[in-house]
């Protein structure tokens, strides 16, 4: 979902800037050739304060942020992962 939708915005005229957040970025081998407005950054969940979120200003926010249960590797840090 998430790619799919950064894909989406890379490719609208109507979006100057597109941040990517998370535990892990889209690897530069699998973004399109149209990257030139995105800023990338990992994100360490446990420590959000460091990230520096609260410094930038973003007209729209999209949240696509989850995991399965494979992926987590037990149904506790699903739980964490997905409603954290």
């Known amino acids: 979902t998430g790619r799919l939708l950064l894909r989406e915005l890379l490719a609208n005229d109507q979006w100057s800037k597109?941040?990517?957040?998370?535990?892990?970025?889209?690897?530069?081998?699998?973004?399109?050739q149209n990257r030139g407005k995105?800023?990338?950054?990992?994100?360490?969940?446990?420590?959000?304060?460091?990230?520096?979120?609260?410094?930038?200003?973003w007209d729209v926010v999209f949240v696509t942020l989850g995991t399965t249960r494979a992926n987590a590797g037990?149904?506790?840090m699903f739980e964490k992962i997905d409603r954290e």
């Open 74 to 76: 037990s149904a506790e």
């Open 38 to 57: 995105l800023e990338q950054k990992t994100i360490n969940f446990e420590n959000l304060e460091a990230a520096g979120l609260k410094d930038g200003r």
């Open 18 to 32: 597109v941040g990517e957040y998370g535990r892990r970025v889209t690897p530069e081998a699998d973004l399109p």
